[in-house]
Structures are given as C-alpha cells and as structure tokens.
C-alpha cells in the first residue's frame, strides 16, 4: 500500500542559481531541474550574479534567461549597493510591469557575503522609506559588519593565521550570533520608524527570534524564513562536514537550533526557505579551509527533510505537513505576492524510505551537507 499526498508546488523564497557569472558552479537549468526533483515549483532568485542584479538591464537579462526554463517558475529579487540601484530599481517598479511581474522585491546584505554586495550605510534609511513607499517586499541579510570585525580580529589576535584558517569550525566565531541580532535590532529599528513590510533572510539564532518574536507582538510588519541547514545541522556537524558545512549566517549552537524549531511551532518563524548556494567541490575543498566559500545546496532535500521531520522520526524537530503547507507554499505566496496557484501540485509518498546521496540528486554541484541522511517522503510526480 503506497501513502501518497498532494501538496501545492512549494515555493522557495530564497536561492542562488549563479547564471549569469557563476555557470561552472550552476545554471538556472540544472537548479530547476533539481527544484523540481524536490517538489519545489517556484523560486526567488538572489542578485549575486554576475553582472550584479543591480540594473534594470541586468534583471531582464536573466527574466529573458528564465523564459527558458520549464521546471521551475523563477523570480528575481534586485540589489542594491549604492544609490544608483534605487534609482533603477525604482524604474523597474514604475515603468517595467512585465519586469515587475517577475521581481520578488529588493534583497539587501548588511554585511558582506559571497559576491560582496554589502550595501553603502548611508542609504539603508532611503531604501526602508522606498520599499514602503512603493510597496517593494525588503529583505535583507542580517549580519553586522562591525560585530563580525571585531569577532574576527579578536580571534585573530589570539593566535596564528595559519592555526585560525585551518580550522573552519571558528568561521561560527567570527560572525557570532550577537552580529545577527544587532543587524537585525537595527532592522526592526527602521520598521518601527517607516513601516517597511521588512523579512529577515535566513534567521539562525534564538536572540533574532527572539526579536522578531517581539517586533511582531508590537504589530510591526515584519516577517522571517529559517533554512533548512539551521534546522538540522549545528556546529556539531564541522566535525563531520568540515567546509561543506561553511555558510552565512554560520551554524549556530543546539540551543540556537531549538529556538528555531520553537519559533515554527509558536508561529514565529513564517517560511523555509533553503538558500540554495551550489559551489563546486574543488571550490569547497580548498586549503586552507577558512578560504572556502561560504553556502550549500539544500533545494532538492529540504521538503525530505521536512517530511522526515513530520513523521515524527526525530523527537527534537516537530512539524506538521500543515505547516510544511504554510511555510513552503501559502506564506512565501503572500509576502513576495507571488501570485502562484495552489493548484499546480505535487505527489508526495509519504511512506518512502530513501537515503540522501549526492550522486542521486540533480544539482550540478554534485554534493549536500546531508550525505548519507536517511529520509522518508518523497516527491513521485
Ligand atoms: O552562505 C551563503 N552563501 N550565504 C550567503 O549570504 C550567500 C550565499 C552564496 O551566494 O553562496
Ligand atoms: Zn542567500
């Protein structure tokens, strides 16, 4: 007897796809194709490409590129990082409908990650009072670039180079979880100052959702998505994962961990969403390791891991398929006016157990953090 379900097309509302630039690490093609794999209909892609997705030129150059793909609906968020981008972004979102039709809203770094796109300090308050004034879905990665400085020159003072960058497990160090909650205080500052519908990207500690618990008590309008490597892994895993478990926001501790997994059972946190960040092997298996890139793929295992969590194998991490429904599909829909229909569907086994193996799975960069996870549920059709 086979136990299938169906569930609307998920929707993951964040994800690196690399094209244009970054085609060696992945292109929109293969990553649709592994989206697809994983139940997952529809994305919001990142501008970290190259060029930047920081021009109305460069956004219709991959809207063109999208029109392309079949197995996955993907949506473009902009950058900016200077003044120019929000004139450009304004442009797109006043006299471009069929650009805007495909603009999931302006993605902001706080601090620096892959492809260096932090944002220039002295327009952050511009952007909030645009965003609300033309209605643009803001959201922005939450580190603090005077915190992770000072973390990592601390370190960096307490021994040699050579000791620190071959030891990828203090990266978790030097961005602490302290630097994602002053990013995200001074987020929520600005929300209460223009009410600037604003969601935190890929939340990791208890103290941001504590605050965004907080914020959305006051009645501000503020939104955040957790990723799936937060969810199930922690800084346990280096000892396992070495680079392949370097991101950022870093991994946290079990603590920070199950504050999130109580921040979907309160209802705090609003969507899973997995950025998706393919970087090759060789990219990853550098020397020394506090060089390699920082993000790993996580499109095609999320709703697996999800599944595996709902059928309650794992007494720690509690979700229902309800809730799977809301933070993967009716949420995401909302907050980015995707517009998508809940009725393009998917099958779901329930009951199939499989293991996770990389060579299995369709993204090009041909490795998970989750090698050799034992799952059930899996997407038929
Ligand atoms: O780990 C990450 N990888 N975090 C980011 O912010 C960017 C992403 C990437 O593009 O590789
Ligand atoms: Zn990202």
């Known amino acids: 007897m086979t136990n299938i379900i169906t569930l609307p097309g998920l929707i993951d509302c964040h994800v690196h796809f690399r094209e244009p630039g970054f085609e060696h690490k992945s292109t929109m093609k293969t990553e649709a194709t592994?989206?697809?794999?994983?139940?997952?209909?529809?994305?919001?892609?990142?501008?970290?490409?190259?060029?930047?997705?920081?021009?109305?030129?460069?956004?219709?150059?991959?809207?063109?590129?999208?029109?392309?793909?079949?197995?996955?609906?993907?949506?473009?968020?902009?950058?900016?990082?200077?003044?120019?981008?929000?004139?450009?972004?304004?442009?797109?979102?006043?006299?471009?409908?069929?650009?805007?039709?495909?603009?999931?809203?302006?993605?902001?770094?706080?601090?620096?990650?892959?492809?260096?796109?932090?944002?220039?300090?002295?327009?952050?308050?511009?952007?909030?009072?645009?965003?609300?004034?033309?209605?643009?879905?803001?959201?922005a990665h939450c580190e603090s670039p005077e915190i992770n400085e000072s973390a990592e020159k601390f370190l960096r003072e307490k021994a040699e180079d050579t000791v620190i960058d071959s030891d990828v497990s203090l990266h978790s160090l030097m961005r602490p979880a302290a630097s994602e909650a002053e990013s995200i205080a001074y987020a929520i500052s600005l929300v209460q100052k223009y009410n600037t519908p604003f969601h935190v990207a890929h939340l990791s500690t208890a103290q941001g959702i504590g605050l965004v618990k907080a914020a959305k008590e006051d009645g501000l309008p503020i939104t955040c998505e957790v990723a799936p490597h937060h969810l199930f892994l922690s800084i346990e895993d280096y000892k396992e994962l070495g680079t392949l478990g370097k991101m950022n926001p870093p991994l946290r501790s079990s603590l920070d961990q199950q504050a999130l997994w109580k921040g979907i059972e309160d209802g705090t946190v609003d969507?899973?969403?997995?950025?998706?960040?393919?970087?090759?092997?060789?990219?990853?298996?550098?020397?020394?390791?506090?060089?390699?890139?920082?993000?790993?793929p996580g499109v095609e295992t999320m709703l697996p891991l999800l599944l595996t969590a709902a059928s309650g194998k794992w007494e720690d991490r509690k979700i229902t398929i309800e809730q799977i429904k809301k933070l993967c599909f009716e949420n995401p829909n909302r907050i980015f006016n995707l517009g998508r229909s809940d009725t393009e569907i998917i099958e779901v086994d329930l009951d199939a157990e499989w293991t996770i193996h990389a060579k299995e799975l369709h993204s090009q960069c041909d490795w998970t953090p989750f090698e050799g996870w034992e799952v059930v549920g899996k997407v038929v059709s």
């Open 34 to 139: 592994s989206a697809k794999a994983g139940g997952v209909s529809c994305v919001c892609e990142m501008p970290n490409t190259n060029p930047p997705c920081v021009t109305v030129d460069a956004f219709a150059d991959k809207v063109s590129r999208a029109a392309q793909i079949t197995d996955c609906d993907i949506r473009f968020f902009f950058g900016v990082t200077e003044a120019a981008h929000l004139e450009e972004l304004k442009d797109l979102w006043t006299n471009h409908p069929e650009l805007k039709a495909r603009c999931s809203g302006l993605k902001l770094y706080l601090d620096h990650s892959t492809g260096n796109q932090k944002v220039d300090g002295g327009i952050v308050e511009e952007i909030f009072k645009i965003c609300a004034a033309l209605k643009i879905p803001l959201i």
């Open 271 to 296: 969507c899973i969403a997995t950025d998706h960040a393919p970087h090759t092997l060789e990219e990853k298996q550098v020397t020394p390791p506090m060089s390699a890139p920082s993000g790993v």
